[in-house]
């Protein structure tokens, strides 16, 4: 069965890169999904995706997050990586990696605070 698992800092500084990885296990990242994404879910508030890296290394985002956001995979570790310029305290929530058959990290707690 395939597994997610991110890692990531916890805290980050006001106008930092946010920078986290999410890895994948049970499975190839070039053929168990097409699609890998991340999801972010701040305190309180609904779920809001930001991205996704398809097979052939192209990239989706959220016109909310385009500009800030990137997203690249790693196939020899079978991992993808997402990375978030310029955090504010309003980046701050829980981030989630997921593939498109429902399989889902089960999260990193990320606080942007000085």
């Known amino acids: 069965q395939v597994q997610l698992q991110e890692s990531g800092p916890g805290l980050v500084k006001p106008s930092q890169t946010l920078s986290l990885t999410c890895t994948v296990s049970g499975g190839s990242i070039t053929t168990n999904s097409y699609y890998w994404s991340w999801i972010r879910q701040p305190p309180g508030k609904g779920l809001e995706w930001m991205g996704a890296i398809a097979n052939g290394d192209r990239t989706y985002y959220s016109p909310s997050q385009r500009g800030r956001t990137s997203i690249s995979r790693d196939t020899s570790k079978n991992q993808f990586t997402l990375q978030l310029s310029s955090v504010t305290p309003e980046d701050t929530g829980g981030y989630y990696c997921?593939?498109?058959?429902?399989?889902w990290g089960q999260g990193t707690q990320v606080t942007v605070s000085s």
């Open positions: 997921a593939d498109e058959g429902g399989h």
